[in-house]
């Protein structure tokens, strides 16, 4: 099928800071004002102690690949130029995990390597947080 489009992401209300922040090409996570720790994915409450008071704050955006997998089959039309591509779990230096893509070439991926947030934007209205190896 030839020109298909990828899918998006359809923000939720609960994660819609999360979004416009990639927009502005800040890692944005929720924080809990009671104890301090990040958490993802965002809720309503810290899932560490319960409370319901949190902010979003930028994270540093680095963290290492906690675990990968590299997609060689085509599941999707629209990703058939992109195959081999890396899909991760990264855990972020502040705690939490991520799934997302590391752009850098396959053969260079390995568990607990150091990466960096990088934006891709995906089109007007979506800005998609991926992850580069750090040299």
Known sequence: ??????????????SRAFWEGAKEKKLMLPCCDACGKFWFPPSQRCPHCLSSNFDWRETKGEGRIYSFVVYHRVYHPAFEADVPYVVAIVELDEGPRLITNIID??????????VRVRFEEADADVVLPKFALIE
């Open 1 to 14: 099928m030839a020109g298909a489009e990828k899918p998006l992401p359809r923000p939720a209300p609960e």
């Open 105 to 114: 070439a396959p053969d260079r991926v390995r568990c607990d390597a150091r």
